[in-house]
T-cell receptor, first 112, second 113 residues
Framework: DAKTTQPPSMDCAEGRAANLPCNHS???????VYWYRQIHSQGPQYIIH???NNETNEMASLIITEDRKSSTLILPHATLRDTAVYYC?????????????FGGGTRVLVKP | DVKVTQSSRYLVKRTGEKVFLECVQD?????MFWYRQDPGLGLRLIYF???????EKGDIPEGYSVSREKKERFSLILESASTNQTSMYLC????????????FGSGTRLTVV
């Protein structure tokens, strides 16, 4: 799986959009970009994933650059409950047993 | 929503005990995984299974075994618990043939004394 680079931490004001960057310059053509988050003392939670096109769901939006070497997760209206560590992961989709490798992630603190 | 349920949230066991951690998922997922999470080491894969009665070693299988007798249940077994197995244990599942994300359980924080 390709390696990812994320800033270690960032703050965000409640109600504002949070933009979380991720670099994955060695991504392969068949690798997807996945985002997870982990709230303290809980298991990781799947947020969103994409291959080439931008994606949106009820939790977030994912913007992938045209060369696919970086992406941004957008939380449109951050709430205090969005405080968590956010992980960007690149992996081949659907492969049985293809382990999930979590890097350091970005620790996001949403402030009132 | 898919649910992955781990039987215990917190567990305290003595050194040398045989420990069973249970995980059940309710969405007919083929793949199931056991990870442990430790500060500074991230998530490390212990074992995974892509079908009933099938199992594969992950990165750190030593001291552990698994059982998958039914599709929905994946058990992690610590044959003889040791203090270095004190950790957060996370179970996850995913469909076998699609690019869907993993669904994790809430975790079991095991302390071996």
């Amino acid at each position: 799986d390709a390696k990812t680079t994320q800033p270690p931490s960032m703050d965000c004001a409640e109600g504002r959009a949070a933009n979380l960057p991720c670099n994955h310059s060695t991504i392969s053509g068949n690798e997807y970009v996945y985002w997870y988050r982990q709230i303290h003392s809980q298991g990781p939670q799947y947020i969103i994933h994409g291959l080439k096109n931008n994606e949106t769901n009820e939790m977030a939006s994912l913007i992938i650059t045209e060369d696919r070497k970086s992406s941004t997760l957008i939380l449109p209206h951050a709430t205090l409950r969005d405080t968590a560590v956010y992980y960007c992961i690149v992996r081949v989709a659907g492969a049985a047993g293809n382990k999930l490798t979590f890097g350091g992630g970005t620790r996001v603190l949403v402030k009132p | 929503d898919v649910k992955v349920t781990q039987s215990s949230r917190y567990l305290v066991k003595r050194t040398g005990e045989k420990v069973f951690l249970e995980c059940v998922q309710d969405m007919d997922h083929e793949n199931m995984f056991w990870y442990r999470q430790d500060p500074g080491l991230g998530l490390r894969l212990i074992y995974f299974s892509y079908d009933v009665k099938m199992k594969e070693k992950g990165d750190i299988p030593e001291g552990y075994s698994v059982s998958r007798e039914k599709k929905e249940r994946f058990s992690l077994i610590l044959e003889s618990a040791s203090t270095n197995q004190t950790s957060m244990y996370l179970c996850a599942s995913t469909p076998g043939d699609r690019e869907r994300g993993y669904t994790f359980g809430s975790g079991t924080r095991l302390t071996v004394v």
